[in-house]
């Protein structure tokens, strides 16, 4: 690739961002609202705080560890093959299989409480059944068509972000009282944050399109992830403002038009506009995420409908088990802070060995910071601790099963491989 053909500086941040802003944005206000009042805004920066350090490790791990494979390559090269494979099966189970499954729950509950379709609020599971068929099947078109619905949809999911931080201060409010007491539960909004935050490991396969080089990798995402943080947090602020923490926590973002003090007709038309965005930003993230997925299974069975298929049950059965959409961020976010924390343990072994001792000292805060997102997701994971071990089960058994069939020869992870 040429230099013209690079990419600069900020267009790979704008890039960066529009890959991390995603349906947790929009799904997260509420939860949190619920649990941490008019202080949970705070949250999404205090956990971007929280989190820097691994962010700082993920996006150098491709600059000392270059070449395709993502987090396969990057522990493959770092520690051994098989934490390869376990980085690699384990953000799978966690970002492909969670993160599809939490926009299947969150799809299924706007048609049910925007769209009042009843046969969503009555009958869950077939609903989530029918959505996993039908995005399933959409994803059997040629890829032409795939990619054409995906660019059309992309900015959809941006409007209501820039609606309400473009309203936050027009409707300030100087009566919302912040009741300080609730500091002790932003811990249990961690695992919602983070859900919303996923999406910038995969800004490190820009690395080899930026003018400045790999090396600038680092700046890009951690400019896009914490730019990505502020948007998030003047968003949920603006919600706090419009709709004051009761309403939030009751109706969610996607009613916010409903207190811009507008008349009926145009606050119909408004919510119409902002629920329709919302909900074809869960779809289109679905869409995206289900022709991923279906793309690695096909590698590995060599027939796209069976891909299919395979994907479909797989999501379906996991619904199966849990239902509650914390439970699946909690879920989501254990399987890809796996992925981080193995990444963090072959960036800190790689660092000893160079003596590069500042960037221990990260790595070793990085450990850290994977420690209490473990702890708080195992909070959210269920209200006794056998319930946490039922919902993790799932991917314990198929890291198990993943693991017997890598070591047996069946499963092949090498780039390129089939």
């Known amino acids: 690739m040429t230099h013209g053909q690079k990419i600069s500086f900020w267009t790979a941040v704008l890039m960066s961002i529009n890959i991390i802003v995603g349906g947790g944005i929009f799904a997260g206000p509420q939860s949190m609202t619920a649990v941490a009042g008019s202080l949970s805004f705070s949250a999404w920066f205090l956990a971007a705080v929280l989190v820097f350090p691994v962010v700082w ?6 600059v000392l560890f270059p070449g395709a494979g993502g987090f396969y390559n990057y522990c493959k090269t770092g520690i051994n093959p098989d934490f390869g494979f376990l980085a ?15 926009l299947t729950v969150l799809l299924r509950q706007g048609l049910a409480t925007k769209l009042h379709i009843a046969f969503a609020a009555e009958h869950p599971l077939a609903t989530n059944a029918v959505i996993l068929i039908l995005f399933s099947a959409l994803n059997l078109m040629p890829i032409g068509i795939v990619s054409r619905i995906q660019a059309g949809a992309t ?52 690395s080899h399109l930026l003018k400045d080089g790999p090396s600038s990798v680092g700046k890009v995402v951690l400019t896009a992830f914490f730019i990505t943080a502020v948007l998030y947090m003047i968003f949920h602020f603006g919600l706090l403002q419009i709709m004051g923490p009761e309403q939030l926590a009751a109706e969610g973002a996607i ?25 074809l930003s869960y779809a289109n993230s679905l869409f ?31 619904l199966c088990f849990m239902s509650d959409i914390r439970n699946i961020f909690a879920f989501t976010v254990v399987g890809v802070g ?66 017997a069939l890598y070591r047996m020869g069946l499963l092949n992870l090498e780039p390129g491989s089939s």
Request: hydrophobic share 50%; with cysteine; glycine share 10%.
């Open 57 to 62: 490790g993920v996006a150098r791990a491709p």
């Open 88 to 102: 690699h099966w384990f953000y799978l189970l966690g970002y492909v299989m969670g993160t599809t499954s939490a």
């Open 155 to 206: 900015l959809l999911k941006l409007a209501p972000l820039v609606i309400v931080t473009g309203l936050t201060f027009a409707y300030f409010d100087s009566t919302l009282e912040y009741n300080f007491a609730h500091i002790s539960a932003l811990p249990l909004t961690i695992p919602t944050v983070i859900f919303g935050y996923l999406g910038f490991e995969a800004c490190c396969s820009l």
């Open 255 to 279: 009613a916010f038009p409903q207190y811009l003090g507008l008349s009926s007709g145009w606050a119909t038309t408004l919510g119409v506009i902002i629920g329709g965005a919302i909900l």
């Open 288 to 318: 995206g995420l289900s022709l991923s997925n279906i793309t690695n299974i096909t590698a590995l069975s060599h027939n796209k409908l069976i891909a299919a298929l395979i994907h479909g049950l797989a999501i379906w059965l996991l």
């Open 338 to 403: 796996m992925a981080y924390f193995l990444t963090l343990i072959a960036v800190l072994k790689h660092s000893l060995k160079t003596n590069a001792y500042g960037q221990v000292g990260l790595m070793a805060l990085g450990i850290i910071s994977c420690g209490v997102l473990f702890y708080c997701c195992w909070i959210d994971l269920g209200g006794s601790p056998w319930d946490r071990i039922l919902n993790l089960s799932p991917m314990l058994a198929s890291v198990i099963i993943g693991y």
